[in-house]
């Protein structure tokens, strides 16, 4: 039983602005991923969601972190029922898509997944797979990490795009995560998810986040795999969880009246509904939580997406220091 650590970002441009986790002269991509990975057992690769990723700089991951850290990476949007900017694919692939000449006009179109013809679909899997091929061969990618769309649904299309996933990435081990309430809100709707992702080979990802939203979906506490469990911790902001654009002292602002919790407030952010420290009682209770489902399976991967700021690191090592509490009381 292995309980591995970290957030979904290590490059966060509030991250990098705030001065906080990164010492002084830590201040090239290199010395931030090796200072992140002595920090830290794993990491989200967040920005392959946005643009494919590049087997170069994969390889470079490898190189700069040692043989036991691990990569969680993201799959590209284009896979996951998300609408892409022309601009976030390949400049040849936009072409053959009738990409237009402006830039601007590029960046505001947004291509819906069943406009990509099958054999561009094809080439941009092809791609992704091979970019992503150095971390398989280091041994340090343990999962590819699927976060479908709210726009996914419990029904016949979203069901077929989950078993499509499982197709294209077979006999490599991947995550799944639903952003709809459909496909866990009845007792025997969660069942036949488990049972899905189960037959499909996927590993249930467990998701804290605010309840009450059609894109949110509730911490079901299950496994679907034997040799991962992944638990992904996006804040339980839910004053500002669907209110986009919100700047981050907004966001903190709301999260302080409604005495959720408390959040360092700041300029701005990519998206105010992760602006969340986690207090030291949900994380003693988050922590067990984990200790009880770890023991299930051999490897775990708790990551927390609350990615503003320090934020993250903050939380993942409260949370480290949760686990290390547990273990001193035999709990």
């Not at 936009?94 to 237009?100: D, E, H, K, N």
């Not at 249930?204 to 496994?223: K, L, Y």
């Amino acid at each position: 039983m292995t309980i591995r650590t970290g957030t979904s970002s290590w490059t966060d441009p509030t991250l990098i602005a705030c001065g906080r986790f990164y010492p002084p002269g830590v201040a090239t991509p290199e010395a931030r991923l090796r200072h992140y990975a002595s920090k830290f057992e794993v990491v989200e690769v967040d920005s392959s969601y946005y643009r494919l990723p590049d087997a170069t700089v994969a390889w470079r991951w490898t190189q700069r972190t040692p043989p036991s850290f691990r990569f969680h990476i993201k799959a590209f949007r284009a896979f996951t029922g998300h609408t892409t900017p022309l601009d976030a694919l390949p400049p040849d692939i936009a072409r053959a898509m009738g990409s237009p000449n402006d830039p601007l006009s590029r960046r505001a179109t947004q291509i819906a997944p069943g406009d990509i013809p099958a054999e561009l679909r094809d080439e941009l899997w092809r791609r992704y797979l091979e970019a992503i091929e150095p971390l398989r061969q280091s041994g340090q990618l343990t999962a590819i990490h699927f976060q479908f769309s709210p726009r996914v649904q419990n029904d016949r299309a979203g069901r077929a795009l989950v078993f499509e996933t499982a197709r294209r990435v077979a006999g490599e081990r991947h995550a799944v995560e639903f952003r709809h309430r459909s496909w866990f809100d009845t007792p025997s709707r969660e069942a036949a998810t488990l049972a899905m992702l189960r037959e499909t080979g996927a590993a249930h990802t467990i998701v804290d986040s605010p309840s009450g939203f059609d894109n949110t979906v509730p911490a079901v506490w299950a496994t679907t795999r034997d040799d991962l469990c992944v638990v992904r911790l996006h804040g339980r902001n839910g004053a500002v969880w669907n209110r986009r654009g919100i700047a981050a002292s907004a966001a903190s602002a709301a999260l302080s009246a409604s005495s959720a919790s408390s959040a360092s407030s700041a300029s701005s952010a990519s998206s105010g509904r992760f602006v969340y420290e986690y207090s030291a009682s949900e994380l003693i209770d988050i922590s067990a939580r984990v200790e009880r489902i770890a023991a299930r399976v051999d490897d775990t991967h708790v990551l927390f997406n609350t990615n503003h700021e320090d934020q993250g690191m903050k939380n993942a090592s409260a949370f480290q220091r949760a686990l290390a509490e547990l273990a001193r009381l035999g709990r």
